[in-house]
């Protein structure tokens, strides 16, 4: 079959793509977006503004930045887990939006009635947000079939972690998205942890780009700290489903910085491991660096933006800190009462 794994670790420096200034630009105002948005997120939480389930995706940004970038916006679809502030944002949702909804106000994007895991945009083609692990990926290939039956073009991508890459139900997805040829990519976010379960330990095999072998789908194994590599690689998986060729894998290394929740023992991994992915690999570093050698921006520029993406930030927690609660009567807006 045509396995494709390429470890894009071993490349070397030559064969790295490289960005424009505008897409190093783009790449660092929306991973800062992120991570900046992600510390408030925690930050509020341990204050008691947000209450249930938080998971925050600091570390990992380069991933959806770098497919999202390769794209096309407001017309391919996207869905993921319960870590999804980052893939809202970097989809063009309110930020307001989003952190009011994560402090359960009516201003939120479900009215403050859904939490963190459970925001959804039909406009914006992002479909959540979901707590089950493994069921968008099921969904995503629904995504995808709905796509090929309207013809309209588009493209599902569907995020899960390593975690989720050994549910039952993904297996049964890939048969089907590979015999009907649908147009999704597979997203798989290795970041070597599902809660505090390292993969050697749950993972009977741990190249998680070879998952879909049996079933003919090709994959690759992708450098997800890199978001030139992470776009690189996602323009031709992208490319792959849009022309008809049925699914495609990609297996993004990664690394999450925080706990898997807002709870989290910490004792399944070393501080130094941590310490060494936020030093030698981060991905807003990589960018940062590439436009202050290339000469492109100067410290000063940088911190102009920096400033920019802290004021939407701000605003964003000043708005999720004063907008109200839902009335009582919205616990019988949105919902399907039967008889
Ligand atoms: C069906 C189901 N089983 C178990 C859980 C509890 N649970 C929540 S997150 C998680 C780990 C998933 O890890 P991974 O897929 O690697 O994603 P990550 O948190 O690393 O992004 C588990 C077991 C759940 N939410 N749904
Ligand atoms: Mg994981």
Same mark, same amino acid.
Request: a negative charge; glycine letters at 12%; proline letters at 3%.
């Given at each position: 079959?045509?396995?494709?794994? !390429? ?14 200034k *505008? &897409?190093d ?20 939480? $341990? ?12 570390? &990992? ?7 999202t ?14 870590? +999804? ?16 909804e994560l ?19 039909? *406009?914006?083609?992002?479909?959540g ?5 493994g069921a968008?990926?099921s969904l995503?290939a ?10 309209d ?8 972690? +390593? /975690?989720? %890459? ?14 009907w ?8 976010e ?5 809660? /505090? ?5 749950a ?6 780009s ?8 090709p994959? =690759?194994?992708?450098?997800?700290m ?5 776009h690189?690689?996602a323009k ?9 060729k049925?699914p495609?894998?990609l297996?993004?290394?990664t690394?999450?910085?925080? $706990? ?5 023992? %910490? ?5 130094e491991? !941590?310490?060494?992915?936020? &030093?030698e690999?981060d991905?807003?570093?990589? !960018?940062?660096a590439?436009l202050l050698?290339? /000469?492109? &921006?100067?410290?000063? +520029?940088?911190?102009?933006? *920096?400033?920019?993406i802290? %004021? ?5 927690a000043d708005f999720?800190?004063n907008?109200p =609660?839902?009335?009582?009567? =919205? ?9």
């Amino acid at each position: 079959m045509a396995r494709k794994a !390429v470890a894009t670790q071993a490349k070397t420096q030559s064969n790295i793509p490289q960005f424009t200034k *505008e &897409q190093d630009l783009e790449a660092y105002r929306e991973m800062l977006l992120i991570r900046r948005f992600e510390e408030k997120a925690g930050q509020m939480y $341990g204050m008691g503004l947000i209450g249930g389930f938080c998971h925050l995706y600091i570390g &990992q940004e380069a991933v959806v930045t770098g497919i999202t970038m390769a794209s096309e916006k407001g017309k391919d679809a996207q869905i993921t887990g319960y870590r +999804d502030h980052g893939h809202m944002l970097v989809m063009g949702l309110d930020p307001k939006g989003v952190m009011a909804e994560l402090t359960g106000r009516s201003g939120g994007l479900s009215k403050g009635k859904g939490g963190s895991m459970h925001m959804f945009s039909n *406009e914006h083609r992002f479909y959540g947000g979901n707590g089950i692990v493994g069921a968008q990926v099921s969904l995503g290939a629904g995504l995808a079939f709905a796509a090929k039956y309207k013809g309209d073009g588009s493209v599902s991508l569907a995020y899960f972690g +390593d /975690g989720a %890459a050994n549910q039952g139900q993904v297996y049964e997805t890939f048969n089907m998205a590979k015999l009907w040829n649908l147009p999704v990519v597979f997203v798989i976010e290795n970041n070597k942890y599902a809660m /505090g379960t390292a993969i050697e330990r749950a993972s009977a095999t741990t190249d998680f780009s070879m998952r879909g072998a049996s079933f003919n789908i090709p994959g =690759e194994q992708v450098d997800g700290m890199d978001v030139r590599m992470v776009h690189d690689a996602a323009k031709r998986a992208i490319e792959h489903a849009r022309s008809g060729k049925g699914p495609f894998i990609l297996e993004m290394l990664t690394y999450r910085y925080r $706990g898997h929740s807002m709870s989290d023992p %910490a004792k399944y991994r070393t501080k130094e491991e !941590v310490t060494q992915y936020r &030093q030698e690999r981060d991905p807003i570093e990589q !960018v940062k660096a590439r436009l202050l050698e290339s /000469g492109f &921006q100067t410290e000063e +520029d940088l911190k102009t933006i *920096e400033n920019g993406i802290r %004021a939407i930030v701000t605003e964003a927690a000043d708005f999720a800190t004063n907008d109200p =609660e839902p009335a009582a009567a =919205e616990l019988w807006t949105d919902i399907t009462i039967s008889a």
